[in-house]
Protein backbone atom coordinates (compact mmCIF):
# COMPACT_ATOMS: atom_id res chain seq x y z
CA UNK A 1 0.00 0.00 0.00
CA UNK A 2 1.35 3.34 -0.66
CA UNK A 3 2.01 5.53 1.91
CA UNK A 4 -0.46 8.24 1.13
CA UNK A 5 -3.12 7.81 -2.17
CA UNK A 6 -5.45 10.18 -3.58
CA UNK A 7 -8.50 10.14 -5.70
CA UNK A 8 -6.65 9.56 -9.65
CA UNK A 9 -7.67 13.09 -11.47
CA UNK A 10 -8.54 14.87 -13.38
CA UNK A 11 -11.79 15.87 -12.22
CA UNK A 12 -13.87 18.25 -14.57
CA UNK A 13 -16.79 19.50 -12.81
CA UNK A 14 -19.06 22.61 -13.79
CA UNK A 15 -18.74 26.14 -11.84
CA UNK A 16 -20.78 26.25 -8.96
CA UNK A 17 -20.58 21.87 -8.32
CA UNK A 18 -19.20 21.13 -5.61
CA UNK A 19 -16.69 18.54 -5.51
CA UNK A 20 -14.96 16.49 -2.82
CA UNK A 21 -11.08 14.57 -3.04
CA UNK A 22 -10.26 11.72 -0.76
CA UNK A 23 -6.62 10.58 0.87
CA UNK A 24 -5.87 7.38 2.57
CA UNK A 25 -2.50 7.49 4.40
CA UNK A 26 -0.35 4.05 5.44
CA UNK A 27 1.07 4.80 8.64
CA UNK A 28 -0.98 5.22 11.69
CA UNK A 29 1.60 7.48 13.66
CA UNK A 30 1.29 10.05 11.57
CA UNK A 31 0.05 13.28 13.34
CA UNK A 32 -0.08 15.97 11.00
CA UNK A 33 -2.19 16.77 7.78
CA UNK A 34 -2.51 19.53 5.05
CA UNK A 35 -4.29 19.74 2.08
CA UNK A 36 -1.97 22.27 -0.61
CA UNK A 37 -2.50 23.29 -3.66
CA UNK A 38 -0.13 23.60 -6.98
CA UNK A 39 -0.77 25.52 -9.82
CA UNK A 40 0.33 24.95 -13.32
CA UNK A 41 4.08 25.08 -13.26
CA UNK A 42 4.37 26.84 -9.59
CA UNK A 43 4.85 25.60 -6.20
CA UNK A 44 2.76 24.39 -3.85
CA UNK A 45 0.96 26.59 -1.00
CA UNK A 46 -0.40 25.69 1.83
CA UNK A 47 -4.77 25.44 1.60
CA UNK A 48 -5.54 24.52 4.58
CA UNK A 49 -4.53 22.12 7.85
CA UNK A 50 -6.40 19.03 8.53
CA UNK A 51 -7.80 18.86 11.81
CA UNK A 52 -9.21 15.77 14.08
CA UNK A 53 -12.09 17.46 14.84
CA UNK A 54 -12.62 18.99 10.82
CA UNK A 55 -12.30 22.19 9.60
CA UNK A 56 -13.59 24.83 7.58
CA UNK A 57 -12.74 27.93 5.37
CA UNK A 58 -15.00 29.89 3.29
CA UNK A 59 -15.82 27.15 0.24
CA UNK A 60 -13.15 24.45 1.60
CA UNK A 61 -14.10 22.61 4.44
CA UNK A 62 -11.46 19.27 5.35
CA UNK A 63 -11.92 15.88 7.84
CA UNK A 64 -9.87 13.49 9.12
CA UNK A 65 -10.76 10.16 9.99
CA UNK A 66 -8.06 8.71 11.90
CA UNK A 67 -9.65 4.89 12.59
CA UNK A 68 -9.89 4.68 9.20
CA UNK A 69 -6.76 7.12 8.40
CA UNK A 70 -8.51 9.02 5.39
CA UNK A 71 -8.96 12.65 4.95
CA UNK A 72 -11.01 14.49 2.77
CA UNK A 73 -11.53 18.00 1.39
CA UNK A 74 -14.78 19.66 0.27
CA UNK A 75 -15.00 22.77 -2.12
CA UNK A 76 -18.36 24.02 -2.36
CA UNK A 77 -19.87 26.41 -5.22
CA UNK A 78 -16.44 25.98 -7.23
CA UNK A 79 -15.23 28.43 -9.05
CA UNK A 80 -13.14 28.88 -12.37
CA UNK A 81 -10.04 30.09 -10.11
CA UNK A 82 -9.80 26.80 -7.99
CA UNK A 83 -8.44 24.63 -11.54
CA UNK A 84 -4.92 23.05 -9.82
CA UNK A 85 -3.26 20.38 -8.26
CA UNK A 86 -4.50 19.41 -4.79
CA UNK A 87 -2.23 17.38 -2.98
CA UNK A 88 -2.99 15.31 -0.07
CA UNK A 89 0.20 15.70 2.88
CA UNK A 90 0.94 13.77 5.68
CA UNK A 91 3.40 14.41 8.17
CA UNK A 92 5.18 12.00 10.83
CA UNK A 93 9.30 11.72 10.62
CA UNK A 94 8.84 12.34 7.48
CA UNK A 95 7.04 14.51 5.03
CA UNK A 96 4.68 12.51 2.19
CA UNK A 97 3.02 14.12 -0.62
CA UNK A 98 0.43 12.22 -2.38
CA UNK A 99 0.53 12.38 -6.08
CA UNK A 100 -2.59 14.79 -6.23
CA UNK A 101 -5.46 15.28 -7.73
CA UNK A 102 -5.63 17.45 -10.97
CA UNK A 103 -8.95 19.89 -10.95
CA UNK A 104 -10.90 21.79 -13.62
CA UNK A 105 -13.63 23.64 -13.21
CA UNK A 106 -15.52 24.96 -16.54
CA UNK A 107 -17.42 27.30 -17.44
CA UNK B 1 9.55 39.86 4.67
CA UNK B 2 11.24 37.63 1.66
CA UNK B 3 10.16 34.28 0.72
CA UNK B 4 11.78 31.65 -0.24
CA UNK B 5 14.44 31.61 -2.70
CA UNK B 6 16.23 29.31 -5.12
CA UNK B 7 18.96 29.48 -8.05
CA UNK B 8 19.56 28.58 -10.32
CA UNK B 9 16.10 28.47 -12.00
CA UNK B 10 16.91 25.62 -15.19
CA UNK B 11 20.05 23.68 -15.22
CA UNK B 12 21.21 21.24 -17.70
CA UNK B 13 23.60 18.61 -16.71
CA UNK B 14 25.31 15.42 -18.01
CA UNK B 15 24.73 12.20 -16.97
CA UNK B 16 27.71 11.35 -14.17
CA UNK B 17 28.11 15.32 -13.31
CA UNK B 18 27.73 16.84 -10.44
CA UNK B 19 25.42 19.60 -9.35
CA UNK B 20 24.26 22.04 -6.55
CA UNK B 21 21.19 23.34 -6.05
CA UNK B 22 20.53 26.76 -3.33
CA UNK B 23 18.01 27.59 -0.99
CA UNK B 24 17.67 30.87 0.85
CA UNK B 25 15.01 30.22 3.60
CA UNK B 26 12.36 32.39 5.11
CA UNK B 27 13.29 35.26 7.18
CA UNK B 28 12.79 33.67 10.89
CA UNK B 29 12.76 29.84 9.37
CA UNK B 30 15.37 27.41 10.78
CA UNK B 31 13.76 24.63 9.05
CA UNK B 32 14.44 23.82 5.39
CA UNK B 33 13.14 20.32 3.58
CA UNK B 34 14.56 19.69 0.04
CA UNK B 35 11.86 17.56 -2.71
CA UNK B 36 12.31 15.98 -5.81
CA UNK B 37 9.14 16.60 -8.03
CA UNK B 38 9.01 14.64 -11.55
CA UNK B 39 6.18 15.50 -13.97
CA UNK B 40 2.91 14.68 -13.31
CA UNK B 41 4.17 12.95 -9.83
CA UNK B 42 3.82 14.91 -6.00
CA UNK B 43 6.86 16.35 -4.68
CA UNK B 44 9.06 13.57 -3.14
CA UNK B 45 10.79 14.31 0.22
CA UNK B 46 14.43 13.97 0.08
CA UNK B 47 15.81 15.03 3.55
CA UNK B 48 15.03 17.99 5.85
CA UNK B 49 17.57 20.53 7.87
CA UNK B 50 16.99 21.76 11.48
CA UNK B 51 19.40 24.59 12.64
CA UNK B 52 22.27 22.66 10.37
CA UNK B 53 21.34 18.98 11.34
CA UNK B 54 19.65 16.49 9.42
CA UNK B 55 16.51 15.94 11.25
CA UNK B 56 14.65 13.36 8.85
CA UNK B 57 15.61 11.64 4.95
CA UNK B 58 13.30 10.40 2.52
CA UNK B 59 13.88 7.16 0.28
CA UNK B 60 16.97 8.95 -1.91
CA UNK B 61 20.89 7.35 -1.92
CA UNK B 62 23.44 8.66 -0.61
CA UNK B 63 24.75 10.59 -3.70
CA UNK B 64 21.73 13.42 -2.39
CA UNK B 65 23.90 15.23 -0.01
CA UNK B 66 22.84 18.83 1.39
CA UNK B 67 24.05 21.33 4.06
CA UNK B 68 22.58 24.37 6.19
CA UNK B 69 24.42 27.16 6.98
CA UNK B 70 23.95 29.13 10.30
CA UNK B 71 22.06 31.54 8.34
CA UNK B 72 19.64 28.59 7.88
CA UNK B 73 19.82 29.21 4.08
CA UNK B 74 20.58 25.59 2.50
CA UNK B 75 22.26 22.98 -0.24
CA UNK B 76 21.43 20.23 -2.49
CA UNK B 77 24.02 18.54 -3.88
CA UNK B 78 23.90 15.71 -6.29
CA UNK B 79 27.02 13.49 -7.31
CA UNK B 80 27.18 10.73 -10.35
CA UNK B 81 24.00 12.11 -11.85
CA UNK B 82 21.22 10.23 -13.87
CA UNK B 83 19.07 10.82 -16.37
CA UNK B 84 16.18 9.71 -13.73
CA UNK B 85 17.29 12.66 -11.54
CA UNK B 86 15.62 14.90 -14.52
CA UNK B 87 13.07 17.16 -12.15
CA UNK B 88 11.81 20.11 -10.23
CA UNK B 89 13.88 20.42 -7.46
CA UNK B 90 11.54 22.13 -4.80
CA UNK B 91 13.12 23.73 -1.66
CA UNK B 92 10.54 24.41 1.76
CA UNK B 93 11.50 26.51 5.12
CA UNK B 94 9.32 26.34 7.72
CA UNK B 95 9.03 28.21 11.63
CA UNK B 96 10.30 24.67 12.99
CA UNK B 97 9.95 20.60 11.94
CA UNK B 98 7.00 18.61 12.70
CA UNK B 99 3.39 20.05 11.51
CA UNK B 100 4.45 23.23 10.50
CA UNK B 101 3.50 25.38 7.38
CA UNK B 102 5.66 24.92 4.69
CA UNK B 103 6.77 27.91 2.40
CA UNK B 104 8.10 26.87 -0.98
CA UNK B 105 10.55 28.37 -3.39
CA UNK B 106 9.95 28.65 -7.16
CA UNK B 107 12.12 25.40 -8.06
CA UNK B 108 15.42 24.49 -9.89
CA UNK B 109 14.40 22.33 -13.00
CA UNK B 110 17.14 19.89 -13.47
CA UNK B 111 17.55 18.67 -17.10
CA UNK B 112 20.00 15.53 -16.85
CA UNK B 113 21.28 14.71 -20.96
Known amino acids: RKEVEQDPGPFNVPEGATVAFNCTYS??????FFWYRQDCRKEPKLLMS???SGNEDGRFTAQLNRASQYISLLIRDSKLSDSATYLC????????FGKGTRLHILP | ETGVTQSPTHLIKTRGQQVTLRCSSQ?????VSWYQQALGQGPQFIFQ???????GRGNFPPRFSGLQFPNYSSELNVNALELDDSALYLCASSLAWGGDEQFFGPGTRLTVL
Open chain 1, 27 to 32: NSASQS
Open chain 1, 50 to 52: VYS
Open chain 1, 89 to 96: VVDYDKII
Open chain 2, 49 to 55: YYREEEN
Open chain 2, 27 to 31: SGHNT
